[in-house]
Nanobody, 132 residues
Framework: QVQLVESGGGLVQPGGSLRLSCETSKFVLEDYVIGWFRQAPGKEREGISCISPSDQRTHYGVSVQGRFTISRDNAKNTVYLQMNSLKPEDTAVYYC?????????????????????????WGQGTQVTVSS
């Protein structure tokens, strides 16, 4: 069973930083593309960053390139999203998702969030609020 548990959200001032964590299982980290997505009120879900399991190829959404970094710690079975230079427009609920690398790539998963389902998995989400 695939479980994804996000943590690390909160309130931060513009220009600040946060690190989100997505804890999962060893087999998910080894075989699944894992990605971060966000959804603000009234907006569509947006792909932020995705990472492949084998070659750890990464893909980023245009709006976060140069500010956000995805990484993984195999020893902790965790994927991180380091968010720097945060802006008020980064305010959203952030979700971790996973889908078998047999079915998708980091680019596809991030560019087409609707492709995660079916056969993919979502975490419960964590709120990030950027405000002074």
């Amino acid at each position: 069973q695939v479980q994804l548990v996000e943590s690390g959200g909160g309130l931060v001032q513009p220009g600040g930083s946060l690190r989100l964590s997505c804890e999962t299982s060893k087999f998910v980290l080894e075989d699944y593309v894992i990605g971060w997505f966000r959804q603000a009120p009234g907006k569509e879900r947006e792909g932020i960053s995705c990472i492949s399991p084998s070659d750890q190829r990464t893909h980023y959404g245009v709006s976060v390139q140069g500010r956000f970094t995805i990484s993984r710690d195999n020893a902790k079975n965790t994927v991180y999203l380091q968010m720097n230079s945060l802006k008020p427009e980064d305010t959203a609920v952030y979700y971790c998702a996973a889908k078998s690398s047999v079915m998708t790539t980091a680019e596809e998963m991030c560019d087409v969030p609707d492709s995660v389902s079916p056969m993919g998995y979502w975490g419960q989400g964590t709120q990030v609020t950027v405000s002074s």
